[in-house]
């Protein structure tokens, strides 16, 4: 347990060094007006401090830094959640105003706007599969050999390829095939998809067609594209403006993070309901040992349907980052909400 005195004296060294980027000396502490206690007795306060592992001294003559340690601690118990301006508020509102027509442009324009708002790197995840079902698939000819696959799902995604006829498929033939999958596949979970498809449909269709299977082989092809979860990123190059990132061989290891859709999956794995936050070593990549991530979940009724994220230095500024992801996280929540309740 730290003292009151030991608190309020880490809570200004992690407040400054979030600020400035340098290291804090006792005397810049002892200025400060809500403290008023001596540079001596401040020292004495920081060298206890730096014993219980709270702080780090990077150079014998300068002052103290947070360890991940001291940023755990005042993440728990020390941080409040910085006041967002009416400007920030108004953005936000304007944004969560706005009709939506696909779910993919309101998760990738919230992505833009919580990189914006913070300064740092936003990782958003779209809503996951499993609530994600088949709508309505349509085939339409090119030519005698071509045509092209289109599916819509319940999250407004679209979704189409150009296939190759299968030989000795009519168009009459095909028209069976759609009509029979959309009868039997609406409103199935795309998580579902594969199995009703082969195990309930295909046997089916055997009765009315013959040479189907590429034909199914296309549509598994085509939707598979919607089992994977789509991840958007924002504000990468954000990074590069970090004192802590000027060692290009450290912040080329994490651009090239950002650019790998199931490495970024994989931070979120372990996510759970509400505000998270992992500094430094309790991510789970080592080329995130400098590095702080804090998610958010974002709920249709307390289901979980999709993350959004804030990726910056160790020396981030939490309060700030927290109450943004709180409040962009409970607008998509409704936004969402209406989305479904408008097209079921």
Known sequence: MLSERQRMILSAIVDDYIRFAEPVGSRTISKRGNVGFSPATIRNEMSDLEEMGFLDQPHTSAGRIPSNKGYRYYVDHLVQQGALSPEEINMMKLFFTQKIQEMEDVVGHAATILSSLTNYTSIVL?????????KHMQIVPLSDTTAVAI???????????????????????????VNLLNDRLTNVSLL???SKLYNEVSAELGK????????LTVVEDVLHGGDKDRIFVSGSTNMLIQPEFKDLDKVKNILDLLGEAPKLIGLFSDTQLGVQVRIGTENTMQIMNDCSLITATYSIEDRPIGTIGILGPTRMEYGKVISVLDYVSKNLEQAFARWYKTNG
Request: net charge negative; glycine share 8%; aromatic share 10%.
């Open 126 to 134: 779209a809503p996951e599969v499993y609530g994600t079902t088949l």
């Open 151 to 177: 599916f819509v799902t319940n999250t407004g995604h679209v979704e189409n390829k150009t296939v190759t006829i299968p030989p000795g498929m009519s168009m009459s033939d095909i028209q069976t095939v």
């Open 192 to 194: 579902e998809f594969k």
């Open 208 to 215: 009315y067609v013959s040479g189907y299977h590429e034909l």
